[in-house]
């Protein structure tokens, strides 16, 4: 079969590798679309996330969905059956697992995250109970949108956003924008959402924010805190992982506010105006991926209650991977997912 391998930094390559067979439990999936996830561009750009460091050569991607092609001994999906994947496998056993919170298992296995190889290849083969059986009306490339959407389902959770909350999102990109789709989707009043991507900004209108804000025209506290006659918002999220957008996260949330950071920095450390939080009171959360979502997400989406295809603004077959990394990394021609179709079929 064919794959993207990543084999040095901001260097991938068609190869090809062998193609599995499913064993006991375990499906073979044909990969039908994946996503391109702003963490997939930090394994591509920097080779690490944190301690968390690419070992070349490797492959990345984990945002899949996928048509089973095989399956093993006491497995029940159905060859043909059509699916979103779960890329996460928590050990199911710790005290993490146990309470419910899978999604910060210390021994979590995830797809695309070093030592895990991901799934940016034709074939792959994973274990059955990873597999979501989609409904007919949804398309392969909102199932890949899926495990996106369950991370702002995740924030929005995290942070108990209520209806009749004020909301501010500070990044537009792909998490930015499921976040404000999930804020809707909980009842918020206000959202308000900032990006320096005029794309995005207008994205974000559509898809329901109350008002935007390019961040090259004005300070993004400065606004936010105009919108709301000074008083902050009741949540703010950080959708960026840079030190001045986490400066305004903490400047915009009300006193006593909550505040949820998402996005990913590409340096060890970032600081805290820890005075500024300390003197609101304010409740600080730190979001990791999703926590098992898959059928709230499923429910939102077959229902009509938000708008996920809106986000899948690029497609490229497998050979254009590097094409859709570099497209990503320097926010181009608006991108916000870019989605790559490793066996070329197109909906």
Known sequence: MKASVLTAPATLELREIDCPDPGPGEVRLKVAVVGVCGSDVHYYREGAIGDQKVKYPTLLGHEPSAIIDAVGEGVELEVGARVAVEPALPCGKCEHCISGRGNICPEVVFLGTPPVEGIFSQFRVMPAHCCIAIPDEMSLVEAALL?????????????????????????????????????????????????????????????????????????????????????????????????????????????????????????????????????????????????????????????????????????????????AFDLVESYGDGVVRAMIHPNGELE
């Open 147 to 323: 495990e996106p959407l369950g991370v702002g389902l995740h924030a929005v959770d995290l942070t108990s956003v209520r209806p009749g909350d004020t909301v501010c999102i500070l990044g537009g990109g792909p998490i930015g924008l499921v976040t404000l789709l999930a804020a809707k989707c909980a009842g918020a009043k206000e959202i308000y959402l900032t990006d320096r991507v005029q794309e995005r900004l207008d994205c974000a209108k559509k898809l329901g924010a109350t008002a935007v804000l390019n961040r090259d025209d004005k300070s993004a506290k400065e606004w936010i805190l105009e919108q709301t006659g000074g008083r902050g918002v009741d949540v703010a999220f950080e959708a960026v992982g840079v030190q001045q957008t986490v400066n305004d996260t903490i400047g915009v949330a009300r006193v006593g506010g909550r505040v949820c950071m998402i996005g990913i920095p590409s340096v060890p450390e970032l600081s805290l105006p820890f005075h500024e939080a300390r003197k609101k009171e304010l409740a600080i959360f730190n979001c990791r991926r999703s926590n098992r979502e898959a059928d709230r997400c499923l429910d939102l989406v077959c229902s009509g209650r938000l708008d996920l295809k809106t986000l899948a603004t690029h497609h490229f077959p497998l050979e254009k991977t590097q094409d």
